[in-house]
């Protein structure tokens, strides 16, 4: 399934598609250093946060692994409630901008509140579960030598165990390239194998006999539904929309691919005897037709699109549908592998190695595997073509899911795709970019009915639909139109690891472009002649005046103003790389020259509003102020030092709690602050096993049994944060030169990572012990000078020159945005930087000294 009407998505950029001679190489030199990351479990998993996740992007499914009836529960990730959005649920909501502006003016935070509230439109649509596959046998004594596991080596899911003398296994996995699941189960005595796989859905369905091997589950998505949230006396889902516009149709078709035994199907799904080894094939699919149409009346044939998955599937075998899926994920995940202080093996089950490692064991293989799990993550939830990983990836099991399993955007979306272009899975980022044309065209009404403004906006949550109003609850997260600016973070970022202008030019650049005409005309000028926004919230936070009032809204957050800081400076460069917009440039820089400016408070802390009020919560797990550090580049220690310091203080003083994602965005702060020791104690923390429930995150995350972060309730976005965090720990390049292991903790005496990205197109492999590099290899798609900096010595062990580096770096890629006085900062005690020549295709190996 594709995503419709992405006129801003050129089809020209497909290179980001293929996989070019450079890649390929790369990805034959790591596979051989991914053969070690399974793991496993002695018994079935007891409820959905102990089932394991696996996706080909498109088709999801939690596989529990129990004996007598087998559990897998499924998701399509275009199948959400809803219809096309009404972007203008609100028309009088602009008339209260000047009243609350007025409100602020005259400090009337209370007023100013209330008027906040007025402005505001729909909730977003839920991101629904197709249903469940029951797969039920029938035994005669109990199960031994059980074992389950997921190898993300190969994404593929295992389960076996005896009964009776006789070995059962399973063996599941969902391609991509065939866009089927495929569950195979065998018995190692002959016609030992007998079975019912029946499906079912908690949305509406039902289910009816294609063939005599083949049944469908036929259903509809919701019209509406409410998120769980909201607590009301009405419907909270409804089915019935009579403009037949809202409510997208759904099948599930599953067939008996391969079997030795006897199959007969009825209502109640395929029932198998007698065999020894067959193998299940199940396409799914839905009417969802683009952002824009609607799904049931103008949406498409889901049967016809099932139905054309299985006939294509059937004319394989399995071994060869199974060869085409490793090699397709392979072509992804090999890219990059890591070993940190040899990947030491362990026999335990991985409960019990995430209960040990709570309780002090060290576990550098543990770790090695949650940053590769993360990979493996977005691999499974977001693929080109489809639609972004949702709060949950694409696994949900629940129709009225946590925060509607939407895309949150003053956090969680973002914070899934951090790491995407550093890990070397730039593909990946393509179903976000698309998302974001989608929200622009949405966006710029809601600009213009809620703010009077050109441009477009986008507000604190969205969904499929491309919703861009802010939703209906408190200011202190409803109310926060930058959502939009801090997504045209992610297009920049695209660039600027590839360097493909066409895309810059073609698909970023409009869409920052008019993300920025918005703020111009969101901005106003204080009493002093600053640019500020108002209203102004900071994601989630309540503030404490000095006569005691606690409330949200205010003007020219820090947040706001860094993130508007970071897109005027992100076009700035655009433009100037295009050699285009002369005069847009040159306003942008006036404007940037006149934003409200960042404040040091009293405490010595980062001001997160524009006076410096105390928090009501001092360990509020946002940190949402801290935003110029990390994900952004306008404060560093090496150019800011002042400011980062501030940045350090604030962490100090917010402390190490916090929920999973929150601590996946600390250890991000802590690596761009040079902090090793504190992001691992971080990384430590989020591995925290836990088994906690609901949606009570005053005591902060963890990681559950299937080491899916714990917010808790489950959302992915922390183990994205967490592979985000070691990438940074391990690789930084934002700061005017490639910065190497800057954040190594001292608990990783020695290590190698290969495949890893950097901007301007450099690819890196690092081997290191005890804190030095020992083999460095630099690989330069793009060509031009390469500056790093790296701990220890290094000589070269190619034919090029290392010179020490001075003065400003002279690759576009790597412009300062705030130069040094003097010169090169230098990385850290203890770093060296380097400047070297390299041509585009080229490798270079250096040896430390």
């Not at 602020?104 to 935070?109: C, K, L, P, S, V």
């Not at 007025?118 to 469940?132: A, H, N, R, V």
Request: with cysteine; proline share 5%; net charge neutral.
């Amino acid at each position: 399934m594709r995503l419709n009407n992405l006129s801003f998505f050129n089809a020209k950029s497909t290179f980001i598609l293929a996989f070019s001679a450079f890649t390929l190489l790369v990805a034959c030199r790591t596979a051989l250093a991914q053969s070690d990351l399974k793991f496993w479990y002695k018994q079935p998993a007891r409820n959905w946060n102990e089932a394991l996740p696996i996706g080909n992007g498109r088709i999801g499914a939690m596989v529990f692994g129990r004996v007598d009836e087998e559990l897998i529960q499924l998701n399509e990730e275009t199948l959400w409630s809803g219809g096309p959005v009404n972007t203008n649920p609100n028309p009088n909501a602009k008339n209260y901008l000047p009243l609350i502006r007025t409100a602020i003016a005259n400090e009337d935070y209370k007023l100013a509140e209330e008027l906040t509230q007025k402005m505001q439109g729909i909730f977003t649509e839920s991101y629904e579960p197709l249903g469940d596959l029951i797969i039920k046998q029938q035994f005669e004594g109990q199960p031994t030598a059980y074992k389950r596991d997921l190898d993300i080596s190969n994404a593929l899911s295992s389960t076996t165990f005896t009964v009776a003398g006789v070995e059962y296994s399973r063996e599941i996995f969902i391609s991509a390239p065939d866009q089927v699941m495929m569950v195979k189960l065998k018995a190692s005595k002959k016609g030992a194998l007998n079975f019912t796989a029946a499906t079912q859905s908690p949305l509406y369905y039902n289910n009816v006999v294609i063939a005599q091997n083949q049944v469908a589950m036929k259903g509809q998505a919701p019209a509406h539904t409410d998120p769980s949230y909201m607590q009301t006396m009405e419907q909270p889902v409804i089915y019935n929309d009579p403009s037949k516009c809202k409510g997208m149709r759904f099948e599930l078709r599953m067939k008996v691919k391969e079997s030795d035994g006897k199959t007969v199907a009825d209502a109640q799904g395929l029932h198998v005897s007698g065999a020894t080894e067959v193998v299940l094939v199940l396409s799914a699919a839905t009417s969802f037709n683009g952002f824009d149409k609607c799904p049931d009346k103008e949406g498409k044939d889901e049967s016809q699109i099932a139905e054309k998955y299985l006939t294509a599937a059937q004319a394989k075998t399995y071994d060869a549908l199974k060869g085409d899926h490793i090699a397709d994920y392979h072509k992804f995940f090999n890219r990059v592998s890591l070993v940190i202080n040899g990947n030491p093996k362990t026999e335990l089950p991985m409960d019990e190695r995430l209960k040990a490692y709570a309780e002090g064991a060290k576990d550098a293989g543990l770790e090695s595997l949650y940053f590769q799990f993360g990979r493996y993550l977005l691999i499974s939830s977001s693929r080109p073509g489809g639609i972004p990983a949702n709060l949950q990836g694409i696994w949900n099991r629940e129709v009225r899911p946590p925060w509607s399993s939407n895309f949150t955007t003053n956090i969680n979306t973002q914070m899934n795709y951090w790491m995407v272009e550093t890990a070397n899975l730039p593909e990946l980022h393509t179903p976000l970019i698309a998302l974001i044309g989608n929200m622009a065209t949405t966006g710029k009404e809601t600009a213009k009915n809620f703010y009077g403004a050109k441009g477009w906006t986008l507000n604190h949550n969205s969904d499929i639909w491309a919703t861009t109003n802010p939703v209906s609850g408190s200011p202190s997260w409803a109310n926060w139109p930058v959502g939009g600016a801090w997504l045209c973070q992610h297009l920049w970022e695209h660039y600027q690891f590839s360097g493909d202008k066409e895309y810059l030019s073609k698909t970023a650049y409009p869409l920052m472009k008019s993300a920025a005409e918005f703020c111009v005309d969101w901005l106003i000028e204080d009493k002093n002649g600053k640019l500020i926004t108002a209203p102004s919230t900071t994601p989630e936070n309540i503030f404490l005046t000095e006569k005691g009032f606690k409330g949200s809204v205010s003007v020219a957050t820090t947040m706001d103003m860094a993130i508007i800081w970071d897109l005027f400076t992100n076009m700035i460069e655009a433009s100037e790389r295009l050699g285009t917009d002369t005069e847009f440039r040159q306003m942008l820089i006036e404007k940037r020259a006149k934003l409200f400016p960042m404040q040091i408070g009293k405490k010595g802390n980062l001001q997160e509003w524009y006076k410096d009020w105390e928090d009501v919560e001092p360990e509020h797990r946002h940190i949402s102020h801290l935003f110029g550090l990390f994900p952004g580049r306008q404060i560093s220690p090496l150019t800011t030092p002042k400011f980062a310091e501030a940045s350090r203080k604030t962490m100090e003083l917010r402390g190490d709690g916090g929920t999973g994602w929150s601590k996946g965005w600390k250890i991000n702060v802590w690596a761009r602050l040079l902090d090793g020791n504190h992001a691992y104690k971080l990384i430590r923390e989020q591995l925290k096993l836990t088994g906690v429930e609901g949606t009570n995150y005053a005591n902060g995350g963890g990681t559950y049994p299937n080491l899916l972060d714990a917010h808790p309730p489950f959302q992915i976005d922390g183990n994205f944060g967490g592979t985000s965090g070691i990438t940074e720990m391990l690789l930084q390049s934002h700061d005017g030169l490639i910065n190497i292991l800057p954040a190594i903790p001292d608990n990783w005496t020695s290590g190698e990572v290969k495949g890893m990205k950097a901007r301007g197109g450099f690819e890196l492999d690092i081997a290191w012990a005890n804190g030095k590099i020992t083999q460095l290899v630099v690989r330069s798609k793009l060509g031009g000078s390469c500056r790093i900096g790296v701990p220890g010595n290094l000589k070269a062990a190619s034919k090029v020159t290392l010179k020490a580096a001075k003065g400003e770096n002279s690759n576009a890629f790597y412009k300062n945005i705030q130069p040094v006085p003097g010169g090169t900062a230098i990385v850290k005690a203890g770093k060296v930087a380097f400047d070297f020549p390299t041509e585009a295709g080229k490798e270079y190996v250096f040896k430390g000294k």
